[in-house]
Nanobody, 121 residues
């Protein structure tokens, strides 16, 4: 059974930090590119940060560059999102995504249930 379980969200004051975690099970984690998305109320889901399956550089949304860092531990089957200098506009539900394109017409795409991040004083 495929599962992505996020944790680490919560309420934090502006300027604060949170470390989000997403632990995978039920698939070969190292094959998958891992990403974090977020969705604020009334807005579309947007890509925050992405990390390829092996090697390569992480990519970030312009709005979080220099503040957020994505990392992965393949041995623990976990991807992290370190969020620093949080702003009220970072408030959203954060989702973990796993994606693998082994063939042109074959795609495996999994989502977690989300974790709420609220930045407020």
């Amino acid at each position: 059974q495929v599962q992505l379980v996020e944790s680490g969200g919560g309420l934090v004051q502006p300027g604060g930090s949170l470390r989000l975690s997403c632990t995978a099970s039920g698939f070969t984690f190292s094959n998958y590119a891992m990403s974090w998305y977020r969705q604020a109320p009334g807005k579309e889901r947007e890509l925050v940060a992405a990390m390829p399956s092996a090697g390569g550089s992480a990519n970030y949304a312009d709005s979080v560059k220099g503040r957020f860092t994505i990392s992965r531990d393949n041995a623990k089957k976990t991807v992290y999102l370190q969020t620093n200098s949080l702003k009220p506009e970072d408030t959203a539900v954060y989702y973990c995504n796993a994606l693998w394109h082994p063939l042109r017409d074959l795609k495996y795409d999994y989502w977690g249930q989300g974790t709420q991040v609220t930045v407020s004083s």
